[in-house]
């Protein structure tokens, strides 16, 4: 989770500097720290006393760390950077705690980091058997809206897409997971 948000932070932040784009691996883990997708750290960070799944680290803190540990970081890009990952993270803790029948608020979820066609993106993870193996997969799936849905709402649409189209053959569906929820972001899509 950590590279694929710091690959994408790095296309959103205008100035990205080399010193941020060096650290950013480093910046996204400590970002990370202390909410539901904190993993392992880091080696070079871990040995700076930072724990998976410790406190949640300030901004300041964080390029503190960096500095600390050699890297040349501007506060203003840097800063830029951690708040694009919070969002990011706090959207996605809030969308997975919705009850079923609930549709999340518009103003709770993070706007696409690209260029979309519709409103709404859904990413659904739904796992059961593939009918030509037999064997537990899991696919992840995309499901479109013009409006919001509930979360039960775009389960169903995952779970209709994996099982009536060959691409994916899916049968017997054991497990219906939200990924993310995101909007259309305006400054992507003029």
């Known amino acids: 989770m950590a590279t694929i ?13 080399e010193g941020v784009r060096t650290a950013l691996p480093y910046l996204t883990s400590m970002t990370l720290q202390g909410t539901s997708l904190s993993g392992p750290t880091l080696s070079a960070i871990a040995q700076g006393g930072i724990a998976p799944g410790g406190p949640r680290l300030s901004a300041n803190e964080i390029i503190r760390r960096l500095r ?69 997969r899991t696919q992840w799936v995309t499901v479109t809206s013009p409006r ?5 709402d775009a389960k169903g649409q995952a779970a209709l897409i994996v099982t009536g189209t060959e691409t994916y053959d899916m049968v017997d569906i054991t497990g219906i997971d939200i990924g993310s929820y995101t909007q259309m972001n305006p400054a992507l899509n003029k």
Request: hydrophobic share 40%; charged share 20%.
């Open 5 to 17: 948000l710091g690959s994408v932070v790095e296309s959103l932040i205008p100035g990205m500097t």
């Open 68 to 136: 600390s540990n050699g890297f040349s970081v501007r506060t203003q890009i840097a800063k830029r950077a951690i708040a694009t990952i919070r969002r990011a993270v706090t959207s996605q803790e809030y969308v997975v705690s919705l009850p079923g029948h609930t549709k999340p608020l518009a103003s709770r979820i993070a706007p696409s980091w690209f260029r979309q066609e519709f409103k709404y993106y859904i990413r659904v993870g739904v796992t059961g058997l593939d009918s030509k193996t037999g064997e537990l």
């Open 148 to 152: 919001l849905l509930s979360i039960n």
